[in-house]
């Protein structure tokens, strides 16, 4: 299992507590890289919670979906951000989790955004995914999400890893990598804006290869928790709206955290919209049906009692 560094919690954005919040837990809150949406969006939620209720989150970085639900696993932390298709992974014990089996102790707690599957390039040449080809492609951490991600976009398309030189790393090694011209192409799946895509974006030309739609209808329907998402042309400032695929950012806790502290982060979420959206451009895509839509893993009791109070019933272990 992967260590994460303890980063300093996001202040918190003080208000009145609210008289339902009865906990007064300290909940760790694994989330990604630094220069991932996990981490800026994660922090934000933390502070929020925390301004908010009685129970402290303090966000901390890591190294993404895995890792967090092996640091759930293992008791190393309380809350997780994971990708929809990968908590699916952990609960089946598929995957990235064949080798050490179903990992079943922990449950939703909401679905937030839509994590896009980015191609970034610098290289105007680079079109399509067929493009590839032949090419040097980052295609994620060793292990992660991104990599399961990028095999099935380049399998939809009748590629393998055999077909690129593929290299594995994160998001900012890859933008690294990609200024310094090591390598063509780079999978980065996350909330677009991503930090690593932007920041790479101030000193070169970035581009994103996009999915027709013969072939993402064709991926769907074989890897059904994806689904078609459009990342307008304004995001990064590209010359036209890019579709591709996505899945759902979701955070999870483990099964023995409180009530209490559960239900007390969700209503914090979604009874502060305004503010957090003010905080991150994340926060607009806060939704509640959305967020009481995941299927693959039940939902924490604390979850359901908020989602109840808003007339919406999810499943329960």
């Known amino acids: 299992m992967k260590k994460v560094a303890l980063i300093t919690m996001t202040a918190a954005m003080m208000a009145a507590v609210p008289a339902a919040c009865v906990s007064a837990s300290d909940l760790t809150f694994t989330t990604g890289g630094d220069q ?65 089996g179903a990992i079943q102790n922990f449950s939703t707690v909401s679905a937030m955004y839509m994590e896009q599957v ?62 310094d011209g090591k390598i063509d192409a780079a999978f980065i799946t996350a909330g677009a804006p991503t930090t690593a895509v932007t920041s790479l974006g101030t000193s070169k030309d970035v581009y994103l290869v996009g999915l027709d739609e013969e072939h993402i209808n064709s991926l769907i329907e074989t890897c059904p928790y994806y689904s078609k998402n459009t990342i307008a042309a304004d995001v990064y400032g590209l010359d036209a709206d890019v579709d591709t695929v996505a899945v759902g950012a979701v955070v999870i806790a483990g099964d023995d955290v409180a009530e209490e502290d559960v239900y007390n982060f969700v209503s914090a979420v979604f009874e502060n919209v305004d503010e957090i959206t003010t905080a991150h451009a994340k926060g607009a895509e806060l939704d509640l049906d959305f967020a009481a839509s995941v299927t693959a893993v039940p939902y924490h009791a604390g979850a359901a009692k908020y989602f109840e109070e808003k007339g919406i019933t999810v499943p329960v272990k």
Do not use: R
């Open 36 to 100: 991932g949406t996990y981490y800026g969006f994660g922090s934000v939620l933390a502070g929020q919670v925390s301004g908010k209720t009685d129970t402290t989150v303090t966000a901390i970085t890591s190294g993404g979906s895995q890792a967090n639900i092996d640091a759930i696993d293992m008791g190393d932390a309380q809350l997780g951000f994971v990708q929809s298709d990968v908590m699916a992974y952990a609960y089946e014990g598929i995957n990235l989790f064949e080798e050490i």
């Open 118 to 179: 980015q191609i970034v390039t610098c290289n105007p040449d680079i079109k399509t995914v067929e493009d590839l080809k032949g090419k040097n492609v980052s295609i994620g951490a060793p292990g992660s999400g991104v990599y399961f991600n990028a095999m099935d976009i380049l399998g939809a398309y009748g590629l393998t890893e055999e077909d690129i030189t593929p290299t594995y790393e994160s998001f900012g090694d890859s933008a690294e990598s990609l200024q």
